[in-house]
């Protein structure tokens, strides 16, 4: 499994309700289409994480890169409801950061 990490803050933090919603409208697109296996957001809490890293934290699990790779070619789409959903979540957020890593052990590693 990859986990794509993915770390931000909000423009402004009132909006947080409607970052949630817009986070779940649009990667709910795309594990309604099987690209993505499952996603959660959270929240730092209490202040505690390291400096560096937002106060928010999206998690998109996809099977295997080519899953990722396709998710990420219809967003670089750029049209349709794809970019609507796309730009309800990015005109609210700042200070991106993010990674990707895989489960491990994973299942090619050789015991």
């Known amino acids: 499994m990859n986990v794509y990490a993915i770390w931000v803050d909000l423009v402004d933090s009132r909006e947080d309700l409607e970052f949630a919603n817009a986070i779940h409208a649009y990667l709910g697109r795309f594990q309604g289409q099987g690209l993505v296996e ?10 505690f994480g390291p400096d560096g890293l937002g106060e928010f934290h999206v998690r998109i699990l996809t099977k295997d890169l080519e899953s990722l790779d396709r998710t990420f070619l ?6 349709g409801d ?25 299942e090619v590693r050789v015991s």
Not at 94 to 105: D, E, G, H
């Open 74 to 79: 219809q967003a670089a789409s750029r049209s």
């Open 38 to 47: 499952s996603f959660s957001l959270e929240r730092r809490k209490l202040g």
């Open 82 to 106: 794809t970019e609507a959903l796309h730009g309800d979540v990015f005109r609210r957020v700042k200070n991106f950061r993010s990674a990707l890593y895989r489960t491990f052990p994973d």
